[in-house]
């Protein structure tokens, strides 16, 4: 019975921990100043593996996508094929893993350093409230960030897709955006990007949770950022199947 309770109490304290993070996103003080400190953490000095990564993913899908529409002789569909797998999944569900790996992992380092060395308990005495400071400009940090990466991952992608394409086929740049733009609407980008603020949600809650909670030292700090990672990335993944399904009764267009 132990075996069932103890994860049932642990999942009960980590959605209190999540629901308080909401009430305090929109609870004055807002610490504005360590929330951009965050931001440039988990914005900027992220931006070169987004860019990168997305680049990368785009020459991928581009040999991939090339190989499968080869066989109808449907070539020509390359573009917009790519354009619309960035757009739609692939994009927003790299750029959400990628982040939960640096990020979380940070969040969850940093955090339970701060635990096991009571630098937590010393910001309470101080009578600043840890848990806005800490968490929640975190949080919002996140949230505000993952749509931008997200945007730069799929622009990347289709710059290596086209870096791809026209290594192989000589397709000139003009053209190929022309052809990858032609099938994608808001009704494409927006749902995908905009989920991708839950991404932000759930990497910071999951890291922050783990890593306020660590105990037994340095070994403890360890465990709790690979955890936090390793929790992450099984959320998110979770969380993305509940999204496409919930984005597609929003948005019936999408799903054409």
């Not at 931001?39 to 990168?52: F, H, K, N, Q, T």
């Not at 409230?129 to 993952?146: G, I, N, W």
């Not at 936090?228 to 990335?233: K, W």
Request: aromatic fraction near 10%; proline fraction near 4%; include cysteine.
């Amino acid at each position: 019975m132990d075996l069932l309770i103890a994860p049932l109490s642990r999942a009960g304290h980590a959605v209190a921990f999540a629901g308080r993070a909401i009430l305090e996103m929109f609870r004055p003080p807002f610490e504005l100043k360590e929330t951009a400190r965050q931001l440039y953490e988990v914005g900027w000095r992220s931006l070169p593996l987004i860019a990168v990564s997305g680049f990368a993913v785009g020459i991928v899908l581009s040999m991939h996508t090339r190989s499968s529409l080869e066989r109808f002789g449907a070539e020509a569909l390359i573009p917009a094929a790519l354009m619309l797998a960035l757009v739609r999944e692939t994009g927003p569900l790299i750029v959400g893993l990628l982040v939960a790996g640096r990020v979380g992992a940070g969040f969850g380092a940093e955090l339970g350093a701060m635990k096991v060395t009571e630098q937590i308990d010393a910001l309470e005495a101080v009578a600043v409230d840890s848990f806005k400071f800490l968490v929640v400009t975190r949080t919002v940090a996140c949230m505000l960030a993952m749509p931008v990466l997200t945007t730069v991952a799929n622009f990347t992608g289709i710059v290596g897709g086209w870096a791809a394409e026209t290594a192989i086929s000589g397709m000139s740049f003009e053209a190929y955006f022309r052809s990858a733009f032609s099938v994608v609407g808001f009704a494409d980008y927006i749902p995908g990007t905009i989920k991708t603020i839950v991404f932000g949600f759930i990497i910071a809650i999951t890291a922050s949770y783990l890593g306020v909670h660590t105990r037994g030292g340095t070994q403890g700090v360890g465990y709790s950022a690979t955890r936090s990672v390793v929790a992450a990335s099984i959320l998110l993944i979770t969380a993305n199947v509940v999204l496409v399904r919930l984005i597609f009764f929003l948005f019936p267009e999408s799903a054409g």
